[in-house]
């Protein structure tokens, strides 16, 4: 009957692994994010079994299979509501590009606005999608609508007289150097976050997270690289390179700041601003079984802890709707959001506990108002016009794998979850009636149809980001303790390289 168990549980945890293992997709028990800039926000320092309220079964166990444990200590040990208190910080001033390569091969800095022995190095956060494209700002529109806009006619006039060459792949520099901007940013976001779990009844609970933060993003230079180019343009005015340069910096460069007021995006000042964060409650269940408990020594004891959670959040978040250029979002900007997590642990009872879970964010789609959209496949970050859209983003799929050891040291205990998460390409639709912003002069002439482009903001959506969280907690009593946990980068792709650190402050009750 024995060897019949085992075998029966074993036969269990094999196919949970080959489940997780054959789903191939990228495995923290929590809702993920859009966020390129925090798609992983932690709210508390605890392993998974305290954030669980798993710990005190755990213990008791142990006392009854081993002797010589402390059962003071987890008689003491309570299971009904865990509350964590966490401030954070978290930092970034670059990241990796969507193919996680540099735009080009020269360092783009404050310090450094040439080539500067052509270094290879991060993309700066102001260039994860590719660097602001000035002349195709006058792409993809009728010449009525650009006499609306007297800076971009007069560019358009002075660089493609009677429009020739408008619209022509080869005036864009394959090398982003000729009419390219380049935006070194540097991110800061400072705030505080919440959770509370309580157990409900055969290892079923609730948590509940929120917090709130200030982030602040600023342009540390504006870096015009026109007079670094080495481009030929074939229809610009201009019959040599250049006359070409002084051309493209008197018409577009020169005039960045009358260009983003005319087409009314703030580039003047920097983004700070606080907000509260995504609202999040998880529905849980948890429970661990014994293995191996009537073995032979030769066999590893352990707990297979499988734990299952369905997740779902609201976004009470100061929106972004893209006209201030150096904004970063705050959590879902908006979007609600639904998600289920599955994993396992397996607790080796005398030594560590490894395990792991694979995830799934779904987002809930949102309008907005007024928002920049391109009317050129040759637009990139700043574009002329806006429009109503609505947004279906893309899924998240992540997949974590921990390591664990309680009270390794004396009352220290420590964990390692390694990430993998991969957004998937957002859908977005123009919403009719095509209004355009800024909005034309009503005794106008009527303005032919502008034609936007929503799929090159699609193609640039989609992220990939794989990070680390080592944690260490120290209990000063069965039912306090504080903690420390450092979210570690290890690669992008498109998005930041985001730095965090959290301290905990844990009370169970």
């Known amino acids: 009957m024995l060897r019949d168990k085992q075998k029966k ?8 692994f080959v489940v997780l293992t054959a789903m191939h997709m990228p495995m923290h028990a929590d809702l993920t994010t859009l966020a390129k800039n925090d798609p992983i926000p932690m709210f508390t320092t605890l392993n998974i079994d305290d954030a669980l309220l798993l710990t005190r079964e755990q213990l008791l166990y142990k006392f009854d299979a081993l002797s010589g444990w402390d059962y003071e200590w987890a008689d003491k040990k309570r299971d009904h509501v865990n509350i964590s208190i966490s401030p954070f910080a978290q930092n970034a001033d670059r990241g990796k590009t969507i193919k996680g390569q540099k735009v080009n091969d020269i360092i783009v800095s404050a310090d450094c606005p040439t080539d500067c022995n052509l270094q290879i190095l991060d993309t700066p956060l102001g260039d994860l999608t590719g660097r602001t494209n000035m002349i195709a700002l006058l792409y993809g529109q009728p010449s009525p609508v650009l006499v609306t806009m007297p800076v971009l006619a007069a560019a358009s006039n002075g660089l493609f007289p009677g429009r020739v060459g408008l619209n022509d792949e080869a005036n864009i520099d394959p090398d982003q150097r000729l009419g390219f901007f380049s935006f070194p940013i540097k991110y800061r976001k400072r705030g505080l976050r919440m959770e509370g779990t309580g157990l409900i009844s055969c290892g079923v609970g609730l948590r509940i997270q929120t917090g709130f933060s200030t982030i602040r993003q600023v342009r540390q230079a504006t870096i015009n690289l026109t007079d670094t180019a080495t481009f030929e343009g074939k229809n610009i005015a201009g019959s040599d390179l250049e006359e070409v340069k002084n051309n493209v910096n008197e018409f577009l460069m020169d005039q960045l700041f009358a260009i983003a007021n005319e087409i009314d995006i703030d580039l003047c000042d920097d983004f700070v601003e606080t907000s509260m964060e995504d609202v999040r409650f998880n529905l849980f269940w948890r429970d661990f079984f014994p293995v191996n408990e009537d073995a032979e020594s030769s066999w590893a004891r352990f707990l297979a802890i499988p ?49 792991g879970e694979v995830g799934f964010t779904h987002f809930f789609k949102r309008d907005f108002c007024n928002m920049p959209v391109p009317t050129s496949e040759f637009q990139n970050n700043l574009y002329p016009f806006s429009t109503n859209v609505s947004i279906q983003p893309g899924e998240n799929w992540h997949f974590c794998a921990r390591l664990a050891a309680y009270h390794f ?9 390694w990430y993998v998460l991969d957004h998937q390409s957002d859908h977005i639709d123009v919403r009719g009636p095509l209004e355009l912003f800024p909005a034309q002069p009503s005794a106008t002439p009527p303005v032919p149809a502008v034609v936007f482009m929503p799929e090159v903001l699609e193609c640039q959506s989609s992220f990939k980001v794989k990070l ?10 069965p039912n306090f303790n504080v903690g420390l946990l450092w979210q570690i980068p290890f690669s992008q792709r498109n998005a930041y390289r985001s730095s965090t650190i959290m301290a905990g402050l844990n009370v169970t009750f």
């Open 9 to 16: 549980i074993s036969h269990v945890l094999l196919s949970l």
């Open 468 to 477: 680390g969280n080592i944690a260490l907690n120290y209990d000063f009593s």
């Open 307 to 355: 734990y299952l959670q369905v997740s779902g959040s609201f976004s009470p978040v100061k929106i972004d709707d893209g006209r201030r250029f150096f904004a970063a979002p705050f959590g879902n900007n908006g979007h609600a959001s639904a998600g289920l997590t599955a994993g396992v642990n397996l607790d080796f009872i005398e030594t560590i506990e490894i395990g």
């Open 409 to 417: 040291l004396d009352r220290l205990s420590m964990h390692f979850e």
